[in-house]
């Protein structure tokens, strides 16, 4: 039993990865009349389209998770409150993005590998 126990537990660690790997990318991070996440940023290798951008910091799944959900939906809703020197637009303030596509963008970086 106690095989079992920690079988699950390994194989519910590696889930969270595994799922973003085969998750399809958010329209709106790639979306030039949206989001267009992926003009600045960065996804890990094999996830999404690949890109030099590095005007913003890449988005690794370590990073997001360190961040969590709120503090990832904070900084996509209003960036300026965290760091009022930044160029990312403040896409939820602004109502680039309404609370869905936030939403979206949130839980795909947050299952990031």
Known sequence: MK???????FAAALAVPCAAQNAVVPES?????????????RLP????????ADLGP???????????RAKIREAIEDPTKA?????????????ILDAAEIQRLVEFLHALP
């Open 3 to 9: 095989r079992t126990t920690s079988f699950a537990a």
């Open 29 to 41: 991070f790639t979306a030039q009349d949206k989001g267009y996440c992926i003009a600045c940023h």
């Open 45 to 52: 290798d094999g996830v999404g389209p690949a890109t030099r």
């Open 58 to 68: 890449p988005l690794t799944g370590e990073r997001m998770r360190a961040l969590g």
């Open 83 to 95: 760091n009022p020197a930044t160029v990312m637009p403040p896409y939820g303030r602004h109502r």
